[in-house]
């Protein structure tokens, strides 16, 4: 059976704003449990929730960076049922009239993936399903209500994904975006950016899709695309076996990498929603709109176009250097110090100062080592005044530091030596220590070349210019009647 998968994704993104979306109390992950709530957000009797105007604003701006319709006037409901971390018996949230309809998500392959809605609600509390200190409180669950209320942005997209990778892409491409307009700080391990796929299969060529299956709250990247492998495998099973797919709800095992049932799917009548009483219509006027609209940044992947275009960068390096705004800017500033050389500012980025932050103790973009220090020591590598293993050295001297690298490069003792005389002595020495190696290089065996350039190296204890001893030993070859 030729079966094709068709799979879509529902986001929820949790928005950069200081307070929660209905009442005064701080947006912000953690605190003792339940230290973080008011009447209003546990939705006690006779209090009234009031819009955060932050909220509104996140939304719409991270709504406008994927193309979307803005719902100038849009209305909230109440989506109800009942579960224990759900303190009123339901959410506020926004139905058949969301805040924002129809945006695009360009993907890394070039095609691009629709976004059916995004709209505005408040989250759910959270399950703890062990006691404090790690004891196990068998058949009970407990529950921290600090995260009622915190704002949401939920992204539904089309069924317009066909494999794994292409829903992770989409998922990544999303974070790059929630990251360069500031709207949340998209932390999964916290809870910032959560995901469900929508899982169906159908025979190629059918336009009908199959059931589909919901895999709920997956929380990286990698577990969203091995979640859906695993569905993909498990109802082509089901349905190699002349069996059907039950529409359903079901969670991802990450140790085992695969998927259990949780319950059967609901639909929209199962929630009995209605209009919201305690909250009127959502108006967002011309003026603000185009305030907002005015005040968005690049999207990652314009940047991505212009480094490209600006600096000659690869598409592989500009997607790397654009991954967070914070190095796409940090890119932009040192060419500013160095023009002539983009390229060299970009390799080491993408491995000097990336091997730094990936480290577990990888400081704040703040603390990061200056942009024209960084663009200092690629230049001491082009005019000859440091060995690029020197300025290794140095890098890894000045990066907490921040020490000016052509005081740090003196003081280490690892100044490229351009003193002829001595480079040639220390040429003459390496060639007359390694007989073999020279006598291949004199038959024209130019694969020595390199051991040659590593031993003088060596000797001059790595402050000779290697590609100046490179040319001399080609030279001298050449003269000595190496063809």
């Not at 790059?176 to 949340?184: D, E, I, K």
């Amino acid at each position: 059976m030729n079966l094709e998968p068709v799979i879509g994704l529902e986001v929820h993104v949790q928005l950069a704003t200081e307070s929660k979306i209905f009442c005064g109390c701080p947006n912000a992950f953690g605190g003792e449990p339940n230290s973080r709530i008011c009447a209003v957000c546990l939705g006690y009797p006779g209090t009234l929730p009031v819009l955060n105007r932050a909220a509104v604003d996140q939304a719409v701006r991270l709504s406008l960076s994927l193309d979307a319709t803005i719902n100038q006037r849009s209305v909230f409901a109440r989506k109800n049922y009942f579960y224990p971390d759900l303190p009123k018996g339901y959410q506020i949230s926004q139905f058949d009239l969301p805040l924002a309809e129809w945006g695009t998500l360009p993907l890394s392959d070039g095609s691009a993936l629709s976004i059916t809605r995004l709209h505005l609600e408040e989250d759910a509390g959270k399950l703890l399903h062990e006691m404090p200190g790690g004891g196990e409180l068998p058949g009970e669950s407990l529950v921290d209500f600090n995260r009622c209320g915190v704002p949401l942005l939920e992204i539904v997209t089309e069924p317009d994904l066909r494999s794994a990778g292409s829903a992770q892409d989409a998922l990544q491409r999303l974070h790059q975006v929630l990251r360069f307009t500031g709207t949340s700080d998209g932390n999964m391990e916290e809870g910032s950016f959560r995901c469900d796929a929508n899982v169906s299969l159908r025979p190629v060529g059918r336009e009908a899709y199959g059931e589909k299956v919901e895999v709920k709250n997956l929380n990286s990247f990698r577990n969203v695309a091995r979640s859906i492998l695993h569905e993909i495998e498990r109802q082509t099973l089901v349905l190699e076996s002349g069996q059907l797919v039950v529409q359903e709800t079901r969670s991802f095992d990450a140790s085992n990498g695969t998927t259990a049932s949780l319950r059967s799917k609901e639909e929209a009548h199962d929630y009995r929603y209605f209009p919201e009483p305690d909250l009127p219509p959502l108006l967002i006027d011309d003026a603000r709109l185009q305030s907002l609209a005015g005040a968005l940044p690049e999207r990652p992947w314009a940047r991505a176009d212009r480094l490209r275009s600006e600096f000659g960068l690869t598409g592989d390096d500009a997607h790397l250097l654009t991954q967070s705004v914070e190095l796409a800017e940090y890119f932009e500033e040192a060419t500013k110090c160095l023009p002539e050389n983009p390229l060299g500012i970009a390799n080491w980025i993408k491995t000097e100062v990336l091997r730094e932050l990936k480290r577990p103790d990888a400081p704040p973009a703040a603390n990061w080592l200056a942009p024209a220090k960084l663009a200092g020591l690629v230049g001491m590598i082009d005019n000859g005044s440091l060995s690029g293993s020197g300025a290794k050295e140095v890098f890894a001297e000045i990066w907490e530091s921040h020490e000016d690298p052509h005081r740090a490069t003196e003081r280490l003792g690892l100044a490229q030596v351009n003193d002829e005389g001595q480079l040639e002595a220390w040429l003459q020495q390496a060639l007359k220590a390694n007989r073999g190696p020279t006598e291949q290089l004199l038959a024209g065996e130019h694969r020595v070349v390199a051991f040659l350039v590593g031993q003088v190296m060596k000797l001059s204890q790595g402050s000779a210019d290697p590609r100046w001893i490179r040319e001399r030993l080609l030279e001298w070859s050449r003269a000595n009647g190496a063809p």
